[in-house]
Structures are given as C-alpha cells and as structure tokens.
C-alpha cells in the first residue's frame, strides 16, 4: 500500500527536523540548555511571550507559530493516516460469517466473572471478540503470543469454545493463569480448548511443532492465527518474523505496547533513539485529559544540576520518591543513589538551589508539552516501520493497521494484522 508508504516518509521528515527535541531527555534540560538549543527560533520566541496559565491543549490557538507546530503533529499522527482502519470496519477485511459474526459482538461478558480490571476487561472484550470472530470463521486454533496471564487464551476459550495455546516465557505469569483458571472453572466443570506452555519466543520459534505437542488431534493446515495483546517490546518482532516463516499461520493480529524495549528498525529507514522510542510511549490523549505534568520531571532536572556540582554524570534515579517539596525529593534521591551524606546539601541550601532555577520550571512544562504532541508521530513512524516491513516481506491478502481501542481508555490503541 502506497499510502502507508508515504505517509511514513513524511513522519520521518519530520522526526528528521526535531531530532533533537525527540532525542533529547528532560533531566537535561537545565543543565544542557535545551531550551536554547533545541527549539526553532520563531517557535522558541512565540513561546517565551505566551502566558503560561494559557492551556496550549486547547484545540484554537491564536499563536501561529504553536497552532502550526501542533496542526502538523495531529496531521502525522496514526489517526489522521487515511490508511488506518476503525475496529469497526476491520470485519469487512475477513471472511464473512454473519450468523456467527452477530452472535460473538452481541455476546455480554461480566468482567467480574473474569477476574480483570476495567482496562484489562474493555482491551479483552474488543479484542476477544474480534479474535472469535476470526477463528470461527475459518476454524482456526488461536496461538496467544506473550499471553501472560492469559486473559484473552481464557476468554476465547471459556466464552466461545475456540482451542488456544497460550505462550508465555515467565513461570510467575504460568502459576496465575493456572490459579485463575482454577477460580474460573469453579462456575464451570473445565476448559477444555486451552493448553498452557512456559517458553522463550523468538525470530526461529517453530509454532506448528509447539500446536503438535500440545494438540496432537489438531490437523494443522493453514489454520492457525498468532495473535498478542500489548506484545511487548521486542518479542512484537520476533512474532512478526515467525509469522513470515510459518505457512499454516494464516492471520496475524498483534497489538505492540513498550516501544522503547525494540531497539531494531525492521524497514532498516530510521535508527530511533531510546528517548524517541520512550516519547513514543507517552500518550497525547491522556495528557490533554489530564491536564498535568507530574512535580517530578522539574525535581529530577534541578536535582541534574546539583548531580554536576559533585561529579555525578549519567545517573540513574528512578520513580518514586516524596513529591512534597523539592529538598524531601532531593536527599531521597541523593541517598538512593549512594551519595555520601556529608555530600548532601542542608535542606535550606536545597531549597536555595530550587528557588535559583524555578525560573525554569514554566519553560520545562510548555518543552515538554511539545514533546507530547509530538509523541504521536514518532508512534506513527514505529508502527508503519513495521507494517512496511510485512508488506516488503509477507504474501498476503490484506495488510492493515487497526484503531483498535479508545486511547483514553487503552494509549496503546493500534494493531496491526495480516491476512496470508
């Protein structure tokens, strides 16, 4: 498809004239002056004189430089691409069954009954049923890739009968699927379609040898879909790799969450940086509905300055840590990273240095704000490098990228799925 093509091209552009304000990390923006130099000029000077109890979340903007700059991330975005597909026209890719089609999106599930939260129940029942939808129409056995506690393996399984094997590398997410088919199946006498297996995925898994071991009786012949809710990181391209490789795996529906753990570029047209892959995680949805910017992202840069002064670079600090005040965060953070307590400032000479750059503060939320408009982009970019990597590599049939959840509810919304 052409269009996810372009469209790539012109994320990349613009990635490409930002680079440094996507490549940049906010607890540097003190000390290395991020303001100054990352910026354009005319953006960084319209800025300056905005008033910052102005909301620039606000769809009308009267700065032009800002309204442009924002305009242009909301263009690149996965939502404004013309080739991504709603869920609600994903059915009209797939074979069409419209009895049993009606019955699976019509069906009510009590997440209570499936032991989730409300996110975890809202992403299962989207993808769950979709998932049935695909395996009974074409009477297919379902592989849950990176299933952890196998949430969407029991749902298909209990819900509408569909055989799944589950796939998972850690023993701690085997137990709990175990325990909780255990409290599941106290309202029902078993479930009988899903098989449970701990192993490490990668590039070389042979899924038709794991589908035989698992279910001798199942006659494998192109009837297998490989699928993942929220893969994380780089087992998403090893999934992809496998699925390339693997003739009875039909259809691949797989939901990518942890950008910044896939370090490798499939399409080999951009090396994205680690800061760019973590901005790609921050979600421009939810911050506009929340309207806030955590304490600690202007604690960490101030506490950058004080790390200098004593000769501390590229340190590590971590989340947590009291939110109070800036010299309760400060010796916190000074003291879990080993740091001599004769080398601590008083709480007085802390809260000096904080007066001394809040200055600062205002410029570090408008930056960063920026970076979280921007984040869309770099998502986009992430995920039409891989879907053009499938459609370089995959004979298929139908090649799409999915707006599979309400991003408020669940940031990461897309999915991508190929039909061979």
Known sequence: MAEYNNYFEKTLDFINIYQELIDCHLVDFITEKLWDKCLPEKLKSELESINTNDNIWMESNINPELSNFIQLTRSLSLKSCPAVICVDDLLKLLPQFPNKEQSVKNKFIDPKSQFMNTKKSYEIDVLGKIIAEMALSTHSLVIDAGAGKAYLSTYLSEHFDVPV???????????????????????????TKIRYVVQELDDTTDYNKIVNTNYPDWSVNRNLILTGLHTCGKLVHSVMKAFLRAKDIHLLFIVPCCYHLADESLSGRWNFSKNARMLAQQSIERSRHNKHISPSLFYRAVLQVILHSIGYYDTKVGRGGPLDNFADYAKWALSKI?????????????????????HFESKLHLFQTLRIYMSSVVEAAIMLDRIIFLQNNAQYSKIAVVRLFEPTLSPRCYAIVVIK
Request: proline share 2%.
């Open 338 to 358: 080993g740091v001599d307590n004769k080398q601590i400032p008083s709480t007085r000479a802390l809260q000096e240095i904080y007066q001394n750059y809040i």
């Open 165 to 191: 094997l589950a796939i998972d590398s850690s023993q701690v997410c085997h137990k709990g699927a175990i325990n909780r088919q255990e409290k599941i199946g106290k309202r029902k006498h078993s479930l």
